[in-house]
């Protein structure tokens, strides 16, 4: 019914900068949140950013000042502006989804597939 699809993860210097992008597409009647969370082998998945439909924010402390967050509701897209990267924010990356289905409007929460970024020089 619904679908979440990242993209823009790969590798990246120390330092540098990269941008994930999220999709969301399907029966999707109105997104209250939508959010990023990261995953290390081992490691429990950790919230990175979160932002609601009317775009308040919220960061894990290890990103803040580094990481942006943004959304454009007219295209169910969720953003992370990701700069002076460090190689611990090496991870799989996730997008999180919120949402009123369409067709019976109840709630649901969604995963995407998950995009790998490493930070190595």
């Known amino acids: 019914q619904v679908q979440l699809v990242e993209s823009g993860g790969g590798l990246v210097q120390p330092g540098g900068s990269l941008r994930l992008s999220c999709v969301a597409s399907g029966s999707i009647f109105s997104i209250k949140t939508m959010a990023w969370y990261r995953q290390t082998p081992g490691k429990q998945r950790e919230l990175v950013a979160v932002?609601?439909?009317?775009?308040?924010?919220n960061y894990a402390d290890s990103v803040k000042g580094r990481f942006t967050i943004s959304r454009d509701n007219g295209k169910n897209m969720v953003y992370l502006q990701m700069n002076s990267l460090k190689p611990e924010d090496t991870a799989v990356y996730y997008c999180?989804?919120?949402?009123?289905?369409?067709?019976?409007?109840?709630?649901?929460?969604?995963w995407g597939q998950g995009t790998q970024l490493t930070v190595s020089s």
């Open positions: 999180h989804a919120d949402l009123y289905l369409s067709d019976t409007y109840l709630e649901h929460e969604y």
């Open positions: 932002i609601t439909h009317g775009g308040s924010t």
